[in-house]
């Protein structure tokens, strides 16, 4: 996947300002810092729950907004979806297979 030159408003102000990042096919990775430091929003983003207001997601140099189908690859959990924290792990595994036709529990 990368990320080139992602940038995000929200009510007027500048979260992400030209974010780049690539991330290898398989991996596992993590970002880190301070609340508020646009963590969230930059997944958000990058799996299209909001908007980016500039900049592109591309996996294997395919743009995620043009080749929709490509958004099936992308999985984030938001934090702030709450039932989650009450739901036993073979009810998410069925949530989430719903939702997501490619979903591998494995």
Do not use: C, W
């Amino acid at each position: 996947m990368e990320i080139q030159n992602l940038s995000k408003r929200i009510d007027g102000n500048v979260v992400l300002k030209h974010i780049n990042l690539s991330i290898p096919m398989g991996s596992i990775f993590g970002i880190v810092g301070r609340n508020g430091s646009g963590k969230t929003t930059l997944f958000r983003t990058i799996a299209s729950h909001y908007l980016m207001d500039e900049g592109m997601v591309s996996i294997d140099g395919l743009d995620i907004n043009k080749e929709v189908h490509l958004k099936n690859d992308i999985f984030f959990l938001d934090p702030q979806y709450q039932p989650l924290n009450k739901m036993r792990l073979r009810t998410i595994e069925s949530y989430f297979s719903l939702l997501y036709p490619l979903f591998d529990s494995k």
